[in-house]
């Protein structure tokens, strides 16, 4: 009958057909069943069907939805649970790199040599490692994700990452760190103050963008770090960006500065009436991350600095905390991180000062 697949061959015998399972490429295997008769074939594929010894194509839709697809539920998935920037840098990585190459594979056919494959190719195109890394995290969630959509069917992907050479952080010596605070003390204006202010307080250039001087207590001595800025991607405008203000990177990013005397002084010193005014401007205007890189860019250079950006003062003020012999339990918690691995991993970078007299402490145990 139409449908079933059963037809008389040429050597008399009669054959049915049946979908006995998919490959991973999505090509279907069929399976055999002979007899005599047309009845003695179609009793074969009965039997082989209720016996359990047929296994039956996968007949849902989703069996065979391409990884793109899943790739893009789980990006939507992301903005009800997550922040817009963490959002954004998924999506970039998800349409650079993975839906371009793994887009159009079957999830299940997404095997640790295909992901060893990716990575090499990604190596081979100049990506730092670094990069690379960020980009299989990236694939190794949507792959997570995917595996919850097909329970059972998904082959454990273990996902080697390649190996980042570690780059010394640019941290400011104390000549240099002298040099740019006269710099910047000389005819001081908003913005040079907020640049000021980042080298005594370790903050972050989007904390800084969105500081106004109601976060500043000057009787307290205290900041309140509690926003930040970044440029995202703005989906609704064809692809152009936009400053979003929002949280902070993260629930312990979220925390009460307090200032040393120097830093309070300052404050005092630059405090304004309006306290709604963002600190860089003294006024309701602000200053976006890109433009305050490009001043400090312009104060360095002025001051015969190379290779200084924003972060490098962030850099420079955990090192010297640790160089005064700063706890690290009340740097990372003044820094913002979630623990103090991170604190000492990161942004602490002994000198070579701190180290001699360290080694000169060996003196006193005979050494």
């Known amino acids: 009958m139409k449908g079933e697949n059963i037809f008389k061959r040429k050597d008399g015998r009669w054959e049915a057909r049946y979908v006995k399972d998919r490959e991973l490429s999505g090509r279907i295997v069929y399976g055999y069943c002979y007899g005599k008769t047309y009845k003695e074939a179609k009793e074969k594929v009965s039997r082989f069907k209720s016996l359990g010894e047929f296994r039956p194509a996968r007949t849902s839709c989703e069996n065979h939805l391409k990884f793109g697809h899943f790739c893009d539920e789980w990006l939507e998935s992301c903005r009800f649970r997550l922040k817009g920037s963490t959002c954004e840098r998924y999506k970039t990585a998800v349409e650079n790199h993975i839906k371009p190459r793994l887009g159009g594979y079957l999830p299940q056919s997404i095997t640790e040599e295909a992901v060893n494959e990716f990575s090499s190719i990604l190596l081979g195109e100049g990506l730092a490692p670094k990069t690379v890394k960020d980009i299989l995290i990236v694939l190794r969630l949507a792959l997570k994700f995917a595996a919850k959509q097909l329970p059972g069917e998904l082959p454990a992907v273990e996902i080697s990452y390649p190996k980042e050479a570690k780059k010394e952080a640019r941290v400011l010596s104390i000549d240099e760190q002298k040099r740019l605070i006269s710099y910047l003390s000389e005819n001081i204006d908003s913005c040079k103050f907020g640049v000021l202010l980042a080298m005594l307080t370790g903050l972050r250039i989007g904390e800084l963008c969105a500081l106004k001087w109601e976060n500043i207590s000057v009787k307290e001595r205290t900041i309140r770090v509690c926003a930040t800025m970044q440029r995202l991607r703005n989906d609704g405008e064809g692809g152009r960006t936009k400053v979003v203000i929002g949280s902070p990177k993260s629930d312990l990013s979220s925390r009460v500065i307090p200032l040393s005397d120097a830093a ?77 691995a991170i604190t000492m991993e990161r942004y602490v970078h002994s000198s070579m000062k701190l180290k001699r007299e360290n080694m000169q402490k060996l003196t006193a145990v005979g050494l």
């Open 264 to 340: 309070a002084a300052l404050c005092k010193l630059m405090e304004v009436k309006n306290q709604a005014a963002y600190i860089l401007t003294g006024n309701a205007e602000f200053i976006e991350p890109r433009t305050l890189q490009y001043r400090l860019k312009k104060y360095a250079k002025d001051c015969g600095l190379e290779g200084v950006h924003f972060h490098t003062l962030r850099h420079t003020f955990a090192t010297r905390c640790v160089e005064v012999g700063f706890e690290i339990k009340s740097l990372s918690e003044i820094l913002g991180h979630s623990t103090t």
